[in-house]
């Protein structure tokens, strides 16, 4: 009985499997016709389109010159969040033998070392939203610059984690 149970669960999911795979269409335009109030809507598939809104509206790229800044900001960025991820770790292990000796003689509340915490974490916070919101481009390229820089950054760094 059990058996047919996973039996029965593997074709199941094994033909679901095989009909996203077989039917997945590749678009290499947006298929939104109409301006909306706010104008085109975003499309939701990935395109390579190079005419894209960056951000915000008033990034508009609309020439080669400008995509390849784009996807080069893309780079620096991916690495700059894990090299602050980094820099973050380093600076606050190293510092924990320290803090414990001082609460050992003073008792007071460490203020400066948790304002910059908190200030390196916002920007660390700050810097992984806007590349979660670049990558919701749906650019390729501008996915796999955001890719190749975290890459990057952890194949130079990444033993420092």
């Given at each position: 009985?059990?058996?047919?149970?996973?039996?029965?669960?593997?074709?199941?999911?094994?033909?679901?499997?095989?009909?996203?795979?077989?039917?997945?269409?590749?678009?290499?335009?947006?298929?939104?016709?109409g301006n909306s109030k706010y104008g085109n809507p975003m499309?939701?598939?990935?395109?390579?389109?190079?005419?894209?809104?960056?951000?915000?509206?008033?990034?508009?790229?609309?020439?080669?010159?400008?995509?390849?800044?784009?996807?080069?900001?893309?780079?620096?960025?991916?690495?700059?969040?894990?090299?602050?991820?980094?820099?973050?770790?380093?600076?606050?292990?190293?510092?924990?033998?320290?803090?414990?000796?001082?609460?050992?003689?003073?008792?007071?509340?460490?203020?400066?070392?948790?304002?910059?915490?908190?200030?390196?974490?916002?920007?660390?916070?700050?810097?992984?939203?806007l590349l979660m919101l670049i990558v919701m481009t749906f650019n390729v390229?501008?996915?796999?610059?955001?890719?190749?820089?975290?890459?990057?950054?952890?194949?130079?760094?990444?033993?420092?984690?």
């Open positions: 009985m059990g058996s047919q149970i996973h039996l029965s669960w593997w074709v199941h999911w094994s033909a679901a499997l095989s009909f996203l795979l077989y039917h997945i269409h590749v678009v290499r335009s947006s298929c939104h016709h499309p939701m598939y990935f395109t390579d389109d190079i005419n894209i809104k960056f951000l915000f509206d008033y990034f508009e790229v609309k020439n080669k010159y400008e995509f390849i800044f784009c996807n080069i900001l893309c780079v620096f960025l991916g690495f700059l969040s894990v090299y602050v991820k980094i820099l973050k770790k380093r600076i606050f292990n190293t510092s924990e033998n320290e803090l414990e000796e001082k609460r050992l003689c003073v008792n007071i509340i460490p203020t400066y070392r948790n304002i910059t915490y908190g200030l390196i974490s916002f920007f660390n916070y700050t810097v992984d939203y390229y501008i996915f796999l610059s955001v890719m190749t820089g975290v890459a990057f950054a952890y194949f130079l760094c990444g033993h420092l984690i």
